[in-house]
């Protein structure tokens, strides 16, 4: 064996074809792939008899097999990777008793070392060449291409992966062993520790290392690389590696912190971690910020190893503080995650030293500040670390406050996610609250009150029992004089007798102690003198070293009062300080005890001021928290949700009103937030605490009972909606159904609010469930309708309710029709309804009304023959008030003979008023009955016959087949007539229509007897000046209006002039929702109209805005009104100073918003009419109106289009005021490139008017606007010039207008004197209209029949256009047709509300 030459490691395998001289090893031949087998054979046998050393005269073949891999057959390669490991695991053993042979010969030492350098080069470049085959096989299994190439690429990695483990431990243990002395006890050659470990970074770079299966696998790779920076220095290489990987491949980043984790605290390697920190912390922070994708790897890291090893982190983490300010918020997450980590794992508790509780502090300033970061996914993920941070309770009470606040400001954030989170911080803090389970602002102040003053009182006895204290400043104060007038004696000659004796002692202590004594004694003479020679014997000493003063009588007078107060208490008597040292501990041992109280108290009343002040500032935020449950984030809304249900179980009362708010969610179409909806009442209310069944059943009725309290109508519908759901779930106990059966009947004590509760509770179950009353319809009618009903008419209209839900069955199977649920004409309910109803018509109470309206409502819903049993209780109580009238004409006859009886004027006002309520209902339901039983039960039948006829037509099929020659006529005779399909469904409607047009109000029926009587009371408001009968009489007249047309049309002026001039509220709200209903059922001979409808938008009452704003928003959204100019009213709700208007304002434009177009098509008349100064809006109330409307313009084509509207329409605009009206609103558009571009095209329309300051300041806001959201260089340049022209034009007008003042005494015209002309003098202002002869109304049709009406043609609008809405439709968006529907709409529902 020639070892002359030497393995040099090559950087590159080329590096061993070249020839690099004698002394280094170069291979001679590549070989061939057919030549590759028989030499493997050859290095085998080799082996077998000369062991790991055979490689010296073998490299070459192997070397080949390495250079042509991809081209070797695979089981070739298997074959070498087998033998490499066997040579190299037997070269390892070998060499366990080799390095320790001191008498090895220094050429086998050479040999064993090149041996040791070719096998780990053959063994660790098979390792990569297969890790690098295997990582492109992985990409083939993701390729859909070719099953073959699959299954061949899996078998070859299965085979890879299998080996890969014991190889990586087979190198394991070879670095294990001292291979410095094969290099003769020097460090391991660098190339050889790369070589080792290059096999593991290799194997890293695998995408499915991080998979669970190869869990062995990354720990051999810990274990090896452990290893290298244990025995091999490998630290800082392993440091640069680390840092190249984690910015290349994102993967490993939870691998290196695995094991570095495991390297710091097994192998003791803990400088690794600062070396890594302070290697990222050394980058760019504006380099990181630009590789994005680099800088994930980097975030991930920080923050997983922070998770694992904090404290390590902590004692590092200064190094990337720097980052912080850096653009990269992936960077700022995971810094300020790895503050959180160490905040929860090692900065928590109450024993931190006072160090450790700065750097504490520090980090939750440094997260708070971040609250505010620049960036929302910083602020949100800050919000969640608080939350971590809060739940573990590692945030210190002291910084409650501060945090709560930060995380209430956050609720309006613009983006989505940080309020999301914000509220999950809240909710947090909430369930993990020091202070309480229950957070009542009254009970807690009442409680801080108590104790508060508890506190005062022992303050108070404290200072009263305290002796007074004299300071040595004051005591040197009192005997400044004395001691002045002595130091002055000293300057002056010695009087006969007088001789001084005094000497300075040997050191400063005993001088001090010896003056200290003579001013005790009041010798301040002596002690002055005694002073005066210490400052000449002890210069530069203490105290004699003070400041030098004027003269040497101030010096002497320093240096007496610092000895004096430096030495307090002084031991100048013997009496004396025996004296205040017994009172002193006297004092020490009386106050001891009272002061520990004092503590506790003063610890008690922080305490409970800490957790008031936390109720206060959770009970403000439930208003804003309750907003937000509207919000188009689904999951905001869901939150918020959630946290009402938190806030509710820590007792918190305010909770209550949140907890109804969500009630309408219920029928929101996202199923997430039904689902959350649902999820909150079942936490709530489902699980009641108790022992028994009947305990939780008790608890639950009272909850939803309690919810139920002045609830209005439409949560109780929301509520029954949320019951019926459980019920059908079966999430509803019988126990729970057995109690209010029990609280209704009276067998179960309770209260009649709680009784009628138990009645609304049944009768929302029936819903879902209807047997739950139809299996106890009997004891429904004979206890809530029994003789007792006069009592309490509320829990009789609530029985009716409940009943009625029979009517409302599931819907039949598709395929089937089903006979309607109805109960017999003499059925015992309805003979009680009739008794009741007759007997409660002659008695003034002002519920039986409501119980009417719901007794005929039953009627028509469940009775056979409901026209006949409503007939008869017209009958009965108009016989009564018959009865009434002539005992009272007997009375006035008896009492005044000459007085002639007024008819109905003699009757009392309850009654006229019961009885124009029930003809009014009684012809509703008759109108409903008609359009809705009626004709669903004319299609059933048409059905039936239908499906008769079509199974004959199948039987007779066969007999057809006999006679090919017959003429079908029978078969077809409807077809022909158009009996058939839709054809037949117009006849079934026409027919009904003609029942209600000709017959209902018909002299003949029994309703046309009460016409006149409505109709009197309408017209005579000063005769009957009763506001119960107005209003009671007017919605009568609505509902008569419903039944025909021709009496509509008759009497719409009628209804109009009642709307319009009565000045009872209740009427004018009742006519408002009856136009409406109008408005839907006859919809062309309202239109004409509609100016009368949006004109109660200004009503001066606010519950007639209400409800015409809630009845205008069905109306529009529902397309059923034109969307005019008049919109603007509409508009002008949105500064209602009533809450609720102002939320039914923001409703509509929201759900406006969602129909196309609509609200970018109204803004330029709603603008137009706003702005005009004759009857716009203020200005700062247009400011309001025009942020919450701009605020649904969202698309670029809306928004560029509007700019040009806008400034064209400078042009027009006659007033300063539109001006600034005009140029504001430009301010409220996200302006684009384009939109800067319209802007510049259009200077000319707007150049003379930013001579006004606010106009020009407008423009500045825009086009600083623009800069802020960046651009293209060309459209930086665009505004810039803009800007420039702009300013010009600003100066140009302020130097013609200061010219001309100074050049005339003239005054400039005042432009906003001016009247208006050419458009601006069609404006017309929005006035109501005060007087009789003020009321204009259309002239009445003369085509009575409105099915041949046609509908009138548009007029043209009055007020000013914009110039732009003349280009094609090409530029501008367009909203969608708006007309108004011509068919008749049949009547689904009674939306008629009674307003007294």
Same mark, same amino acid.
């Given at each position: 064996?020639?070892?002359?030459?030497?393995?040099?490691?090559?950087?590159?395998?080329?590096?061993?074809?070249?020839?690099?001289?004698?002394?280094?090893?170069?291979?001679?031949?590549?070989?061939?792939?057919?030549?590759?087998?028989?030499?493997?054979?050859?290095?085998?046998?080799?082996?077998?008899?000369?062991?790991?050393?055979?490689?010296?005269?073998?490299?070459?073949?192997?070397?080949?097999?390495?250079?042509?891999?991809?081209?070797?057959?695979?089981?070739?390669?298997?074959?070498?990777?087998?033998?490499?490991?066997?040579?190299?695991?037997?070269?390892?053993?070998?060499?366990?008793?080799?390095?320790?042979?001191?008498?090895?010969?220094?050429?086998?030492?050479?040999?064993?070392?090149?041996?040791?350098?070719?096998?780990?080069?053959?063994?660790?470049?098979?390792?990569?060449?297969?890790?690098?085959?295997?990582?492109?096989?992985?990409?083939?299994?993701?390729?859909? +291409?070719?099953?073959?190439?699959?299954?061949?690429?899996?078998?070859?990695?299965?085979?890879?992966?299998?080996?890969?483990?014991?190889?990586?431990?087979?190198?394991?243990?070879?670095?294990?062993?001292?291979?410095?002395?094969?290099?003769?006890?020097?460090?391991?050659?660098?190339?050889?520790?790369?070589?080792?470990?290059?096999?593991?970074?290799?194997?890293?770079?695998?995408?499915?290392?991080?998979?669970?299966?190869?869990?062995?696998?990354?720990?051999?790779?810990?274990?090896?690389?452990?290893?290298?920076?244990?025995?091999?220095?490998?630290?800082?290489?392993?440091?640069?590696?680390?840092?190249?990987?984690?910015?290349?491949?994102?993967?490993?980043?939870?691998?290196?912190?695995?094991?570095?984790?495991?390297?710091?605290?097994?192998?003791?390697?803990?400088?690794?971690?600062?070396?890594?920190?302070?290697?990222?912390?050394?980058?760019?922070?504006?380099?990181?910020?630009?590789?994005?994708?680099?800088?994930?790897?980097?975030?991930?890291?920080?923050?997983?190893?922070?998770?694992?090893?904090?404290?390590?982190?902590?004692?590092?983490?200064?190094?990337?503080?720097?980052?912080?300010?850096?653009?990269?918020?992936?960077?700022?997450?995971?810094?300020?995650?790895?503050?959180?980590?160490?905040?929860?794992?090692?900065?928590?508790?109450?024993?931190?030293?006072?160090?450790?509780?700065?750097?504490?502090?520090?980090?939750?300033?440094?997260?708070?500040?971040?609250?505010?970061?620049?960036?929302?996914?910083?602020?949100?993920?800050?919000?969640?670390?608080?939350?971590?941070?809060?739940?573990?309770?590692?945030?210190?009470?002291?910084?409650?406050?501060?945090?709560?606040?930060?995380?209430?400001?956050? /609720?309006?954030?613009?983006?989505?996610?940080?309020?999301?989170?914000?509220?999950?911080?809240?909710?947090?803090?909430?369930?993990?609250?020091?202070?309480?389970?229950?957070?009542?602002?009254?009970?807690?102040?009442?409680?801080?009150?108590?104790?508060?003053?508890?506190?005062?009182?022992?303050?108070?006895?404290?200072?009263?029992?305290?002796?007074?204290?004299?300071?040595?400043?004051?005591?040197?104060?009192?005997?400044?004089?004395?001691?002045?007038?002595?130091?002055?004696?000293? *300057?002056?000659?010695?009087?006969?007798?007088?001789?001084?004796?005094?000497?300075?002692?040997?050191?400063?202590?005993?001088?001090?102690?010896?003056?200290?004594?003579?001013?005790?004694?009041?010798?301040?003479?002596?002690?002055?003198?005694?002073?005066?020679?210490?400052?000449?014997?002890?210069?530069?000493?203490?105290?004699?070293?003070?400041?030098?003063?004027?003269?040497?009588?101030?010096?002497?007078?320093?240096?007496?009062?610092?000895?004096?107060?430096?030495?307090?208490?002084?031991?100048?008597?013997?009496?004396?300080?025996?004296?205040?040292?017994?009172?002193?501990?006297?004092?020490?041992?009386?106050?001891?005890?009272?002061?520990?109280?004092?503590?506790?108290?003063?610890?008690?009343?922080?305490?409970?001021?800490?957790?008031?002040?936390?109720?206060?500032?959770?009970?403000?935020?439930?208003?804003?928290?309750?907003?937000?449950?509207?919000?188009?984030?689904?999951?905001?809304?869901?939150?918020?949700?959630?946290?009402?249900?938190?806030?509710?179980?820590?007792?918190?009362?305010?909770?209550?009103?949140?907890?109804?708010?969500?009630?309408?969610?219920?029928?929101?179409?996202?199923?997430?937030?039904?689902?959350?909806?649902?999820?909150?009442?079942?936490?709530?209310?489902?699980?009641?605490?108790?022992?028994?069944?009947?305990?939780?059943?008790?608890?639950?009725?009272?909850?939803?009972?309690?919810?139920?309290?002045?609830?209005?109508?439409?949560?109780?519908?929301?509520?029954?909606?949320?019951?019926?759901?459980?019920?059908?779930?079966?999430?509803?106990?019988?126990?729970?159904?057995?109690?209010?059966?029990?609280?209704?009947?009276?067998?179960?004590?309770?209260?009649?609010?709680?009784?009628?509760?138990?009645?609304?509770?049944?009768?929302?179950?029936?819903?879902?469930?209807?047997?739950?009353?139809?299996?106890?319809?009997?004891?429904?009618?004979?206890?809530? /309708?029994?003789?007792?009903?006069?009592?309490?008419?509320?829990?009789?209209?609530?029985?009716?309710?409940?009943?009625?839900?029979?009517?409302?069955?599931?819907?039949?199977?598709?395929?089937?029709?089903?006979?309607?649920?109805?109960?017999?004409?003499?059925?015992?309910? *309805?003979?009680?309804?009739?008794?009741?109803?007759?007997?409660?018509?002659?008695?003034? +109470?002002?519920?039986?009304?409501?119980?009417?309206?719901?007794?005929?409502?039953?009627?028509?819903?469940?009775?056979?023959?409901?026209?006949?049993?409503?007939?008869?209780?017209?009958?009965?109580?108009?016989?009564?008030?018959?009865?009434?009238?002539?005992?009272?004409?007997?009375?006035?006859?008896?009492?005044?003979?000459?007085?002639?009886?007024?008819?109905? +004027?003699?009757?009392?006002?309850?009654?006229?008023?019961?009885?124009?309520?029930?003809?009014?209902?009684?012809?509703?339901?008759?109108?409903?009955?008609?359009?809705?039983?009626?004709?669903?039960?004319?299609?059933?039948?048409?059905?039936?016959?239908?499906?008769?006829?079509?199974?004959?037509?199948?039987?007779?099929?066969?007999?057809?087949?006999?006679?090919?020659?017959?003429?079908?006529?029978?078969?077809?005779?409807?077809?022909?007539?158009?009996?058939?399909?839709?054809?037949?469904?117009?006849?079934?409607?026409?027919?009904?229509?003609?029942?209600?047009?000709?017959?209902?109000?018909?002299?003949?029926?029994?309703?046309?007897?009460?016409?006149?009587?409505?109709?009197?009371?309408?017209?005579?408001?000063?005769?009957?000046?009763?506001?119960?009968?107005?209003?009671?009489?007017?919605?009568?007249?609505?509902?008569?209006?419903?039944?025909?047309?021709?009496?509509?049309?008759?009497?719409?002026?009628?209804?109009?002039?009642?709307?319009?001039?009565?000045?009872?509220?209740?009427?004018?709200?009742?006519?408002?929702?009856?136009?409406?209903?109008?408005?839907?059922?006859?919809?062309?001979?309202?239109?004409?109209?509609?100016?009368?409808?949006?004109?109660?938008?200004?009503?001066?009452?606010? +519950?007639?805005?209400?409800?015409?704003?809630?009845?205008?928003?069905?109306?529009?959204?529902?397309?059923?009104?034109?969307?005019?100019?008049?919109?603007?009213?509409?508009?002008?709700?949105?500064?209602?100073?009533?809450?609720?208007?102002?939320?039914?304002?923001?409703? *509509?434009?929201?759900?406006?918003?969602?129909?196309?177009?609509?609200?970018?098509?109204?803004?330029?008349?709603?603008?137009?009419?706003?702005?005009?100064?004759?009857?716009?809006?203020?200005?700062?109330?247009?400011?309001?109106?025009?942020?919450?409307?701009?605020?649904?313009?969202?698309?670029?084509?809306?928004?560029?289009?509007?700019?040009?509207?806008?400034?064209?329409?400078?042009?027009?605009?006659?007033?300063?005021?539109?001006?600034?009206?005009?140029?504001?609103?430009?301010?409220?558009?996200?302006?684009?490139?384009?939109?800067?571009?319209?802007?510049?095209?259009?200077?000319?329309?707007?150049?003379?008017?930013?001579?006004?300051?606010?106009?020009?300041?407008?423009?500045?806001?825009?086009?600083?606007?623009?800069?802020?959201?960046?651009?293209?260089?060309?459209?930086?340049?665009?505004?810039?010039?803009?800007?420039?022209?702009?300013?010009?034009?600003?100066?140009?007008?302020?130097?013609?207008?200061?010219?001309?003042?100074?050049?005339?005494?003239?005054?400039?015209?005042?432009?906003?004197?001016?009247?208006?002309?050419?458009?601006?003098?069609?404006?017309?202002?929005?006035?109501?209209?005060?007087?009789?002869?003020?009321?204009?109304?259309?002239?009445?049709?003369?085509?009575?029949?409105?099915?041949?009406?046609?509908?009138?043609?548009?007029?043209?609008?009055? /007020?000013?256009?914009?110039?732009?809405?003349?280009?094609?439709?090409?530029?501008?968006?367009?909203?969608?047709?708006?007309?108004?529907?011509?068919?008749?709409?049949?009547?689904?529902?009674?939306?008629?509300?009674?307003?007294?």
């Amino acid at each position: 064996m020639d070892a002359t030459w030497e393995f040099q490691l090559p950087l590159a395998s080329s590096d061993l074809l070249e020839d690099r001289g004698p002394e280094q090893y170069m291979v001679q031949k590549v070989l061939h792939v057919g030549e590759l087998l028989p030499a493997l054979t050859a290095f085998r046998a080799a082996v077998r008899t000369r062991g790991a050393l055979a490689v010296l005269e073998h490299f070459d073949p192997l070397y080949s097999l390495l250079h042509r891999f991809r081209t070797v057959e695979t089981a070739v390669k298997e074959d070498a990777l087998e033998l490499m490991m066997q040579v190299v695991s037997h070269h390892s053993n070998e060499l366990a008793t080799i390095l320790g042979d001191s008498g090895l010969s220094r050429t086998d030492h050479a040999a064993h070392l090149n041996a040791l350098k070719m096998n780990c080069y053959l063994l660790t470049g098979l390792a990569d060449a297969f890790e690098i085959e295997n990582c492109k096989s992985g990409l083939l299994e993701v390729d859909a +291409s070719g099953k073959n190439k699959k299954s061949r690429a899996r078998i070859a990695g299965s085979l890879w992966e299998e080996e890969r483990e014991p190889l990586l431990r087979l190198l394991t243990q070879l670095l294990q062993l001292d291979l410095r002395q094969l290099w003769g006890g020097l460090v391991v050659e660098e190339e050889f520790v790369s070589l080792m470990t290059g096999a593991c970074y290799r194997i890293l770079e695998n995408p499915t290392i991080g998979h669970q299966k190869y869990r062995a696998t990354r720990e051999a790779v810990t274990h090896l690389l452990a290893a290298a920076l244990t025995h091999y220095d490998h630290m800082f290489s392993a440091t640069l590696k680390i840092t190249q990987m984690l910015q290349h491949f994102e993967h490993v980043a939870p691998v290196f912190a695995q094991a570095v984790s495991l390297w710091a605290t097994e192998y003791g390697l803990k400088s690794l971690v600062g070396e890594l920190l302070r290697e990222i912390g050394q980058k760019c922070p504006q380099d990181v910020g630009r590789d994005a994708s680099g800088i994930k790897g980097y975030a991930t890291f920080i923050t997983e190893l922070a998770e694992q090893i904090p404290a390590l982190v902590l004692s590092n983490i200064s190094v990337l503080l720097r980052h912080l300010d850096g653009e990269s918020y992936v960077m700022r997450n995971a810094i300020l995650a790895a503050m959180a980590e160490i905040l929860v794992q090692v900065l928590n508790g109450n024993q931190l030293e006072e160090a450790a509780r700065g750097t504490r502090d520090q980090f939750l300033g440094i997260l708070q500040a971040h609250v505010c970061d620049i960036h929302g996914f910083v602020r949100s993920r800050v919000l969640q670390l608080f939350t971590r941070i809060v739940q573990c309770k590692a945030l210190p009470l002291t910084q409650f406050q501060s945090v709560v606040s930060l995380a209430v400001e956050r /609720l309006k954030d613009k983006s989505v996610v940080v309020v999301k989170n914000a509220i999950q911080l809240l909710a947090a803090f909430l369930s993990n609250n020091p202070f309480s389970c229950k957070l009542s602002c009254a009970d807690l102040a009442e409680l801080l009150k108590k104790e508060v003053q508890k506190l005062k009182e022992m303050r108070d006895r404290d200072r009263s029992t305290a002796a007074p204290v004299i300071t040595p400043e004051e005591e040197w104060e009192a005997m400044l004089p004395e001691v002045r007038a002595a130091i002055q004696q000293l *300057f002056q000659p010695l009087q006969e007798g007088e001789e001084e004796v005094l000497e300075v002692e040997e050191n400063v202590e005993s001088t001090l102690k010896q003056i200290t004594e003579l001013l005790g004694k009041l010798n301040y003479k002596s002690a002055a003198c005694l002073t005066q020679k210490a400052l000449c014997c002890f210069q530069g000493k203490e105290p004699f070293s003070g400041p030098v003063e004027e003269n040497e009588e101030a010096t002497i007078l320093g240096v007496l009062k610092r000895i004096y107060i430096g030495s307090y208490p002084r031991e100048n008597s013997e009496d004396s300080s025996s004296g205040n040292k017994s009172l002193e501990t006297a004092e020490v041992v009386s106050e001891e005890q009272p002061q520990t109280e004092l503590a506790k108290q003063e610890m008690l009343v922080q305490y409970l001021q800490d957790a008031y002040d936390f109720s206060v500032k959770i009970t403000e935020v439930l208003s804003l928290i309750s907003k937000m449950m509207y919000e188009n984030c689904v999951s905001v809304v869901q939150e918020a949700i959630e946290f009402f249900v938190t806030v509710s179980q820590f007792g918190v009362p305010q909770a209550l009103p949140g907890i109804r708010r969500m009630l309408p969610l219920i029928w929101s179409k996202e199923p997430g937030i039904k689902e959350a909806v649902l999820n909150a009442y079942r936490q709530l209310y489902l699980s009641p605490s108790g022992d028994s069944e009947r305990d939780r059943a008790q608890g639950l009725v009272h909850s939803l009972s309690l919810i139920m309290v002045d609830a209005s109508l439409g949560m109780i519908q929301c509520l029954e909606e949320i019951i019926s759901e459980f019920v059908q779930k079966d999430e509803i106990k019988p126990a729970v159904i057995q109690l209010l059966w029990e609280r209704f009947t009276e067998k179960s004590q309770c209260s009649l609010l709680e009784r009628r509760a138990a009645v609304m509770l049944l009768g929302m179950m029936a819903r879902g469930k209807p047997e739950i009353i139809g299996s106890n319809l009997d004891i429904l009618v004979t206890v809530g /309708l029994s003789e007792k009903v006069c009592e309490d008419y509320c829990l009789a209209k609530e029985v009716c309710d409940a009943i009625s839900k029979l009517a409302t069955s599931p819907k039949p199977a598709a395929g089937k029709s089903t006979a309607p649920f109805r109960l017999p004409q003499d059925h015992v309910l *309805f003979e009680c309804l009739s008794e009741t109803l007759s007997k409660g018509f002659v008695q003034p +109470s002002g519920h039986w009304i409501p119980f009417m309206e719901a007794a005929v409502m039953l009627v028509y819903q469940l009775a056979e023959g409901a026209e006949e049993i409503c007939a008869h209780i017209l009958q009965a109580c108009s016989q009564r008030a018959l009865e009434k009238l002539q005992e009272a004409d007997g009375q006035e006859a008896g009492i005044s003979p000459s007085r002639v009886s007024d008819g109905a +004027s003699c009757l009392p006002t309850f009654l006229l008023v019961h009885l124009v309520s029930l003809v009014g209902q009684v012809a509703l339901q008759q109108v409903v009955y008609l359009e809705v039983s009626v004709s669903a039960e004319l299609r059933r039948h048409r059905t039936l016959r239908e499906e008769k006829k079509a199974t004959k037509k199948l039987s007779d099929s066969s007999t057809q087949k006999k006679r090919p020659r017959s003429t079908g006529n029978e078969t077809t005779m409807e077809e022909e007539l158009g009996l058939v399909g839709a054809s037949a469904d117009d006849t079934e409607a026409e027919l009904v229509r003609s029942i209600c047009e000709t017959e209902l109000l018909d002299e003949n029926h029994l309703l046309s007897a009460f016409v006149p009587l409505v109709l009197k009371i309408c017209n005579n408001p000063g005769l009957y000046s009763d506001p119960a009968l107005s209003a009671a009489a007017a919605l009568a007249l609505g509902k008569f209006c419903m039944i025909s047309s021709e009496f509509c049309d008759s009497h719409l002026r009628l209804l109009f002039t009642m709307m319009e001039k009565s000045t009872w509220p209740g009427v004018r709200s009742n006519l408002i929702i009856a136009a409406g209903d109008l408005a839907i059922r006859f919809p062309n001979l309202v239109e004409p109209w509609t100016s009368h409808l949006y004109a109660r938008l200004q009503d001066p009452c606010p +519950s007639v805005r209400h409800t015409a704003a809630l009845v205008m928003t069905q109306l529009i959204l529902k397309d059923m009104v034109k969307v005019k100019g008049q919109v603007s009213d509409m508009a002008m709700l949105l500064i209602d100073p009533e809450a609720t208007i102002m939320t039914v304002a923001q409703n *509509f434009f929201s759900e406006l918003s969602n129909k196309g177009n609509a609200i970018y098509n109204l803004l330029p008349d709603i603008i137009s009419r706003l702005s005009d100064p004759n009857c716009g809006a203020e200005e700062e109330s247009f400011h309001t109106i025009m942020r919450h409307l701009f605020s649904y313009i969202t698309k670029d084509r809306q928004t560029e289009s509007l700019v040009e509207k806008l400034c064209q329409r400078f042009r027009t605009a006659r007033t300063e005021r539109q001006h600034r009206d005009l140029s504001y609103c430009l301010t409220l558009l996200p302006l684009t490139d384009r939109g800067l571009q319209k802007l510049q095209d259009n200077f000319d329309c707007y150049a003379d008017k930013v001579q006004d300051p606010a106009v020009y300041s407008c423009f500045q806001t825009v086009l600083a606007r623009f800069r802020r959201t960046g651009g293209k260089p060309e459209t930086k340049a665009l505004a810039e010039e803009l800007e420039q022209k702009l300013s010009a034009s600003h100066n140009r007008g302020l130097d013609s207008a200061e010219t001309c003042q100074e050049g005339s005494r003239t005054p400039m015209p005042e432009v906003a004197k001016q009247k208006p002309t050419g458009t601006g003098s069609r404006h017309q202002p929005l006035r109501m209209k005060k007087r009789a002869e003020d009321f204009d109304t259309p002239q009445p049709r003369t085509l009575r029949n409105h099915k041949y009406a046609q509908k009138r043609p548009p007029s043209k609008k009055a /007020l000013m256009t914009f110039s732009s809405d003349e280009t094609s439709s090409e530029d501008d968006p367009s909203a969608e047709p708006d007309e108004t529907p011509t068919k008749t709409t049949p009547i689904t529902r009674s939306s008629a509300r009674r307003l007294r």
